[in-house]
C-alpha cells in the first residue's frame, strides 16, 4: 500500500484546511488509518484515527471539536479536517495505516505500518 498525504499549506489563525491522504496498491477495506504531525523540534505526535469498515473515529484530546477524520471508500481516501487552527497546529502532518488493526485499538498511537510523505501545515498568528 502506498500513501500520499496532501492539502498542506499557510493559514492565519483560526481558519480552516483539509488534508487527504490517497492510497493505492491495494482497496482499503479494514484496519485504520491515522494522522500524526511532527512539529519543528519534536517528536511525532498521534493526532488520531479512523477505522475503515466501520468508521469509529478517535482524537488526542488537544483537537478533539476541532479536527475530523473521515473517509471516502470509492475514492480510497481519508481526510483530515482542521477547523479552528493554532499557531501550535504547525507541523508536518503525515497519514498512516495498519490494514488488520481493530476499531478497539484506534487509541493507539503504535504499530502503523505503512506511512506517506508529510505535508507542511503552518498557522501564522
Known amino acids: 500500500v502506498q500513501l500520499q498525504a496532501f492539502g498542506g499549506g499557510l493559514v492565519q489563525a483560526g481558519g480552516s484546511l483539509r488534508l487527504s491522504c490517497a492510497a493505492s496498491?491495494?482497496?482499503?477495506?479494514?484496519?485504520?488509518m491515522a494522522w500524526f504531525r511532527q512539529a519543528p523540534g519534536k517528536e511525532r505526535a498521534f493526532v488520531g484515527a479512523?477505522?475503515?469498515?466501520?468508521?469509529?473515529?478517535y482524537y488526542v484530546d488537544s483537537v478533539k471539536g476541532r479536527f475530523t477524520i473521515s473517509r471516502d471508500n470509492a475514492k480510497n481516501t481519508v481526510y483530515l479536517q482542521m477547523n479552528s487552527l493554532k499557531p501550535e497546529d504547525t507541523a508536518v502532518y503525515y497519514c498512516?495505516?495498519?490494514?488488520?488493526?481493530?476499531?478497539?485499538?484506534?487509541?493507539?498511537?503504535?504499530?502503523?505500518?505503512?506511512w506517506g510523505q508529510g505535508t507542511q501545515v503552518t498557522v501564522s498568528s
Open positions: 498512516a495505516a495498519d490494514l488488520a488493526r481493530d476499531a478497539k485499538m484506534l487509541g493507539w498511537s503504535k504499530g502503523y505500518n505503512y
Open positions: 496498491g491495494r482497496t482499503l477495506s479494514r484496519g485504520a
Open positions: 479512523i477505522h475503515w469498515a466501520g468508521g469509529s473515529t
